[in-house]
């Protein structure tokens, strides 16, 4: 993903001949506001024996790969092209020996055609199913720095003057995680004179550190950025520019276990909604927080909010409102209750205040009180419910068939009563035009 002359790219694994994994191309898409998207045609193609995985897109301000033929600057893939595989039963098995290499590819037209690097590959095989490139542009160093998966949990840094010609800088390891790595500099509690690196895998598992260009050096770590059961393979928008500054993710929306949520459509998974990346201190030390990024407002129509009052087991205050599509923002005082449940047209949300625990579905995460209360954000669609914690210290992307003639809402307290502070819903229309 990249932005770049006010479009927001993003590029994702696509088989364009059938509903299950295979077949590994690129698709692309394009959007100015992160929320309406374009469609574009085909970026990458497989060579004849392989598949295209992941990999990064950069733009090439400088012409460092001399790939620029006209005052348009040249935007250049890095990915992985391997060998064919196939599914047999859970597992995937190559059709051919063609092991992982990092290949490049170039475009001059704002990422609407591509050409491939003759000299490919750039990175030839190093180990096990080495894949899934991270490149972004080291200012101080004036280098490009390449984040690979080797294998395992293993990881490695890579630096080339040209994107064309690599070599092997360090080693990372992210215990528990593998796979698609990213690694930027964050600003910590917004001030841009304090600065951390995080680096991380598909996941979601973190660290947080120093990278002086050569070696990353962990301080912290490894942390679980996201709790849900809908997100895997997230990266994050490069080339945003200063004056906006933000770090935005968007993840994968692979439902794990939950396959029957796409059945008869035209597609098998989703992206998740865009979120923004803060690095914030907390009692426990430094850590990212997640939110849904500002234009997603721009989906909202109808606000409704309901005045503070107390929740009981037997009355409910949400007991008029009826959504399918919906944004809501609250603030709940625990008081003495031992339970409080969020019931989301079928979907309970169950914060528990003696673990301090927040569950959905199959998933439970730690959200700790703050002087009493909590705070949530939720965004509910027609086939996941994305949830935010405390202004996004927990972050619960879920995947889940929510039926459509269910649009109630409900809250309820049990073993004490608790008080809304503040509750309000905004009504989402479409984002499809």
Sequence with gaps: MIFHEGEYHLFYQHNPYGWNWGNGHWGHAVSTDLVHWQELPIALYPDIGCIVQSGSIVADWN???????????????????????????????????IPAMQHISFSTDRGRTWTKYQKNPVIPHLVGGNRDPKVFWYAPEKKWVMALYMDGNDFALFSSPDLKHWEKMS????????????????????????????????????LIGRFDGKVFTQESGPHQMQHGNCWYAPQTFGDIPASDGRRI???????????????????????????????????????????????????????????????????????????????????????????????????????????????????RAPLELDRGRIRLRVLMDRTSIDIFGNDGALYMPMGMAVSRENTSLAVHARGGDANISSLTVYELKSMWT
């Design 171 to 206: 080693d990372v390891v992210i215990p528990g995680d593998t796979e698609c790595p990213d690694l930027f500099e964050i600003a910590v509690d917004g001030d841009s004179k304090n600065t951390r690196w995080v680096f991380y895998a598909a996941g979601g598992m973190y």
């Design 63 to 97: 012409n460092t790969a001399g790939f620029q033929s006209g005052s348009e600057k040249t935007l250049v893939a890095i990915f992985t092209t391997r060998g064919r595989m196939q599914i047999e039963g859970a597992r995937l098995v190559p059709e051919n020996d």
């Design 249 to 363: 993710l968007i993840p994968w929306g692979l439902a794990k276990g939950t396959a029957p949520l796409y059945q008869g459509m035209p597609f098998n998974g989703m992206m998740g909604i865009p979120v923004e990346l803060t690095l914030r201190t907390t009692s426990t030390g430094l850590r990212l927080f997640a939110n849904p990024v500002r234009e997603l407002t721009s989906l909202r129509t109808t606000a409704r909010s309901i005045d503070p009052q107390a929740i009981e087991s037997d009355r409910n205050p949400l007991s008029e409102l009826n959504l399918e599509l919906f944004d809501m923002a609250m603030e709940i005082v625990l008081g003495d209750a031992a339970q409080v449940t969020l019931n989301l047209r079928g979907v309970p949300v169950v914060y528990d205040a003696k673990t301090q625990e927040l569950s959905c579905g199959d998933r």
